[in-house]
């Protein structure tokens, strides 16, 4: 299931890898602080469509005011908080560290199912 990215540590300003949003900024795709994402980036931004230079709401609410979560603006670098009720900007993830999925169990289980399919090649109204 998909969801909002955290802000764990919740701190303010420049350089916070810490958050999902700023590691995503300053360590994958290789935003610098005080530069736009859309101008200064490596290869991995390439990897998306429709980035904004803009606000980007994270699913942890701000605790010294309920009203408010926290966001990161990817126009700038920056990380702070702002009022729930504005129009900004969502990029879903998903928790827990996707590179985690065992690959050799991955490719056993791919390879198996190829196995079960040439094997049942001469099955009635098998066409492969």
Not at 4 to 28: E, H, I, K, R, W
Not at 70 to 92: E, H, S
Not at 102 to 125: D, E, H, K, M, R
Request: hydrophobic share 40%; with cysteine; net charge negative.
């Amino acid at each position: 299931m998909d969801t909002l990215p955290t802000t764990v540590p919740a701190v303010y300003g420049y350089n916070q890898t810490g958050s999902q949003l700023g590691d995503l900024f300053y360590n994958q795709l290789g935003g610098v602080a005080v530069k736009s994402i859309a101008t200064t980036h490596n290869d991995n931004y390439n990897l998306f469509t429709n980035v904004q230079s803009y606000v980007y709401w994270s699913g942890s609410e701000y605790a010294p005011g309920p009203h408010d979560a926290w966001v990161f603006n990817t126009d700038v670098g920056v990380q702070y908080n702002n009022v729930k009720g504005n129009q900004l900007y969502a990029w879903a993830v998903r928790p827990g560290d996707v590179a985690a999925v065992p690959v050799p169990g991955a490719f056993w289980l791919f390879g198996s199912g190829l196995v079960a399919l040439t094997g049942c090649v001469g099955c009635a109204g098998v066409v492969l």
